[in-house]
C-alpha cells in the first residue's frame, strides 16, 4: 500500500491534470496557433512523444534535432518561437545550443533527466526546468509560462533580433 505522501503527491497529481483538462477544453489549445517550436532531444522516443504532445495542444509545427551540430544548423536557416533543450547532450554542446538561443531572443525550457530541480549552469540558471520523461501538464504549463512573459514568443520571427 503506497505511503500516505505518496497518495497525497497522486492526489494532487490527479487534481492538476484535472485542472489541465478543464482549462484545455475551456480554451482549446493551450499553445499559441502559430507556434513554432524546436525541440533538441537525443533520445528519439522521447522527442517524437514531446513532439505529438506539442502538436496536438496547438503547436503549428515542430522541429527536432538530436544533437547541438543538428540544433545550430536548423537556428541557422529558421525561425522559431521557442525551444525546448536537452541539457545534458552527448556531444556537450547544450550550452552552445543556450547561447545561440539567448542571442536570438529565442524563450528556452531545459529537460533534463536529473529532475525539475536541477541547476543549469552559468549564465543560464534562471531558465526553467522540465523533468524527463516529460509529463504533458508540466510541459505545458511551464511552455506556457515561458511564452505569457514574452507576448510575441510564438511568432516565428520572435526569436530573430532586430535590426538596427
Do not use: W
Not at 484535472?18 to 502559430?34: N, R, T, V
Not at 501538464?137 to 511552455?143: D, I, K, Y
Amino acid at each position: 500500500m503506497p505511503s500516505v505522501a505518496t497518495r497525497r503527491a497522486i492526489g494532487e497529481q490527479e487534481s492538476r491534470e484535472q485542472e489541465y483538462d478543464q482549462l484545455s477544453a475551456a480554451q482549446g489549445h493551450l499553445l499559441p496557433p502559430d507556434l513554432k517550436l524546436l525541440v533538441i532531444e537525443d533520445n528519439m522516443i522521447l522527442a517524437l512523444d514531446v513532439e505529438d504532445m506539442l502538436l496536438r495542444n496547438g503547436a503549428a509545427g515542430v522541429a527536432v534535432a538530436r544533437t547541438c551540430a543538428e540544433a545550430l544548423q536548423l537556428l541557422d536557416h529558421d525561425s522559431f518561437g521557442a525551444a525546448l533543450l536537452d541539457l545534458r547532450l552527448p556531444d556537450d554542446g547544450s550550452l552552445q545550443v543556450a547561447t545561440r538561443l539567448k542571442s536570438l531572443n529565442t524563450p528556452f525550457l531545459f529537460a533534463t533527466g536529473y529532475g525539475e530541480t536541477a541547476i543549469a549552469p552559468e549564465p543560464f540558471q534562471a531558465v526553467p526546468v522540465v523533468g524527463k520523461p516529460y509529463n504533458e501538464f508540466f510541459l505545458l504549463t511551464r511552455l506556457a509560462a515561458l511564452l505569457s512573459d514574452r507576448p510575441d514568443a510564438g511568432r516565428p520571427d520572435a526569436g530573430r533580433p532586430e535590426s538596427v
